[in-house]
């Protein structure tokens, strides 16, 4: 449970003050603002504020003076239109701003997407909370033998227990030592910005995290994939739920052309084109290598 | 007149439908939404939506879970405090979104800056209009003698009535030979991608175009400053009238420490110190160039 | 012809100086220094600078100390898996920098690629040269009727000298008029900054412009594709000569994955496979839209 | 000692291996690339590649045809001028690539500089090295009662010797574990992606980093700051005696108008008025925060 009772209350008290606006409203994430969605033990990702909606990607792409006049159908085929040829400057007439609670292992991977405005929760200026992420024992996979980045078995039984165990005291003893380091009030302690040089990667960091929507596709796109490692998919599928309500058109055609489409090479649209006029293509005769041989028949076999 | 009844119609009835919405909402900025702001001859500035204010700044700044419960005058020494030490994201988490009509050589520079989204009237897909900016005798400024990207003198009498001719004249043939290379509708015309060409960089294009609070300050810094060039810098002051609405703290200190401040180098700090100190300093014993002796004496003088 | 003899003058100067250098070279892209590619009537691209060179791409996804012991099928290998994941920031290890002299309507869709660096040729500071693209006749063409960005048949006969009667005359016309108000020497002449609006969207200017090879790719991507305008096609077509050379295993890599691949949504999956698996697929029975439909057959068919 | 006989013989190797080329080269920064800068404990900086030198500035800010004939004084001047005047794009034309090692807790910081290239060595693909930063004991600072993210006086003794205790039983443990959940070859151990967090921040990464110059002085201007942390700050200070040799010109402008200068608000620069006009003014009289005034008689003082 991420929250205390005086951060719900702060919620609850921010979910209760109306405004009046002139601006684009989308009803669909207004239901989302403020409230916290957990992830991971400790996690949570909220949405603190947006920009826009589908009607604004529309506005944008026709650079009209009003929002338009034409019927919802209209609306749908031009997003669905843009998505498919990669007009990418519609889409980042939408923005969003995220409160985002995480693992500082998820954090180092997840701040490489560039095209952001961070603000973390600094550990040079204040003490960090004593929350870190232990794995649900679900979830504590093997290293796999065939994927050099990927999961393999879950571990089981004595060897799970040693593993839990070993990041279960590490991080209580680590957190031990930094508060130790850091002194009590009154005695002169180690600098927060030394200190904190002791605490794992699994401790929890926070930040406030804004992008366009094109670059939160981008991102979804990545970090929702099933190579994604677990710990940021899960960040990236909470995340995806909230953008579906807030606008579900361009979240349609995002589903149906990235998520869900294929990228086949020019090697392997030669290879649908023999299959489609009935040749029997082998991995042998497809001029492709085993490697993309494997993932082209992932995709259309 | 920018305007036509149909567009004044069209900002009426956005203006008239009010939404709830649970976000962070700065009344300073919504008396402004969707209004144009007439600039030059026939640009406008029309903000069409933001997220944020100043307390948005703040609560970035401190990463915490609600909007914060300090008095507002700290919140005012936090948001100067950021600003004179160059803290730059917490600024980046406002946003606006501006609708702008241009002429094409404002539009040049103004895409130089490169942190925004934009979205471009096309003239590969539409027809431009007849639109073009002529400027005002009292901006018919001669070339400045002493600096290579400056303006000198207003011209006077017949010289300046002969720049007004040709102005006017050479963009009403442009766009007459633009409209007949087109063709009329069931004639074969030139493709409108090729038939733009012959128009010159004084016709009016129109954008939507976002950009972060940090960014659009250090537009402002650049485009409001009295060395840039007078039809780009109307355009920075009519926005910085909305920015000054939008978040009055962060825009007072804006111009305390970055519009109405000075940057002196290692040799002018020193120059004012012995100044300080009682010495007379001439340029000759300044160790200073004659160009920056006189920027310098420029700011103390 | 672009070039002055005191530009091939200069240009032989910088072939003849060569220098010792311990950085990475890339044979390839050392005969293409300097060397002005003519585009267009007027214009031209010649490669200034780079870094790295396809071993520079293995080295950063490596993150080795040293430039790696394996063969080159490895590196190969290596560059195409990158390329087919899209695993952009080994790309991103590579610069370079590019002198182009292009048309301003050419100039204003290359700057909305942001992520470059770029400094043009002032108008403010200098005066333009009367230069001005005129298309040659077989690049004349109409409007299509089918598509609102696209061109149609070559324009012939009477209707076609017109049109290159006017480009001609119009851009003389607006550049006697610049050169008459920018006034001549002793004269009092409008400033430089105003006088440049005169002129029309085909003439010339020019600019450095540097970027590294993911962004590049992207650009060609974009620019070389048959969707493209003409005029920008041609220099994107140029530019990819210059990488193909450069980067050999990159280029290769980028036209089997990228320029020659095909992307496909999830229904034009599902139509595939159903195809595969003998079934008579039209686009009523397909859930594509008639666009998408075509689309797809366009690619598989 | 940073570097294995290995990893020096490869440096020695790639030093050894000298090519022709017949682009700009920068005599000064060729002697620094390879070679590995020790920088903390275990860190290190190398330069090992670059773009452009201070001719390739001047080159841009002109967009000539060639190198330029002005003299070397002209040369100084402009680029001189160029950074009194904040015009970055010049700047932009050069461009450098550093391998660096270096902790986790420096990585993040650094890698807020978004507007870089980076590769990072993968600790989801690879094990991570038994190296750890212990800080040196004159570097092991108390937290400073009067800034709340600056360092107070050196710890000293037994408290010195319980924190040093601490980080390296603590490091030492955690990799022993780390180790463990990774398990031996032939055992199903952890996935390397999972095991990794349990590791703290002061363990060693390294990456290849490559920006322009621009950017990189704005990097400069905030990380060799006396207010940096001093473990980022010795990164700064390495990378800094590079960037002196490679772009001499540009580096003492940075260093006159940027790290040595200083910026005076509005409210400041009426201050030196008052005071060069002989009032004797306080903080009380001067308009100006006591926060404000320190640091402005901090400047002037």
Chains 1, 2, 3, 4 share one sequence.
């Not at 929250?3 to 702060?10: G, I, V, W």
């Not at 649900?136 to 093997?142: D, F, I, K, R, S």
């Not at 990228?263 to 649209?269: E, F, I, N, Y």
């Amino acid at each position: 449970m991420p929250l205390t009772p005086e951060q719900q209350a702060e919620i609850d008290a921010q979910r209760s003050a109306t405004s009046q606006t002139l601006r684009a409203t989308a009803p669909g994430i207004e239901a989302h603002l403020y409230q916290a969605k957990p992830v991971l033990d400790h996690g949570l990702v909220r949405a603190i504020d947006y920009m826009g909606d589908d009607a604004a990607i529309v506005q944008a792409a026709r650079v009209s003076y009003g929002r338009g006049t034409k019927a919802v159908s209209n609306d749908e085929g031009l997003i669905r239109y843009l998505m498919r040829h990669w007009h990418s400057t519609p889409f980042e007439m939408c923005e969003i701003k995220l409160h985002v609670k995480l693992p500082v292992f998820v954090a180092r991977q997840w701040i490489r997407h560039r095209t952001a405005n961070v603000n973390e929760y600094s550990a040079r200026y204040s003490v960090l909370d004593r929350e870190f992420y232990i794995p649900a024992p679900e979830h504590l996979a093997a290293q796999s033998q065939q994927n050099n980045q990927g999961r393999g078995d879950v571990l089981e039984g004595e060897e799970a227990q040693r593993v839990l165990d070993i990041l279960r005291d590490d991080s209580n003893r680590a957190y031990d030592h930094y508060e130790e380091m850091l002194g009590t009030d009154g005695q002169q302690g180690l600098a927060r910005e030394l200190a904190r040089m002791n605490l794992p990667a699994n401790i929890y960091t926070q930040w406030y995290w804004k992008t366009d929507l094109h670059n939160l596709f981008h991102f979804l796109r990545l970090r929702a994939d099933p190579h994604a490692q677990y710990e940021i998919r899960v960040y990236a599928d909470a995340i995806a739920q909230i953008v579906k309500d807030w606008v579900p058109l361009a979240y349609t055609a995002f589903e149906d052309y990235r998520m869900g489409g294929a990228h086949l090479s020019r090697g392997a649209v030669e290879v649908v084109k023999r299959m489609l006029a009935g040749e029997q293509v082998t991995q042998e005769t497809s001029g492709l290598s085993k490697r993309e041989w494997a993932e082209v028949m992932g995709v259309i076999g």
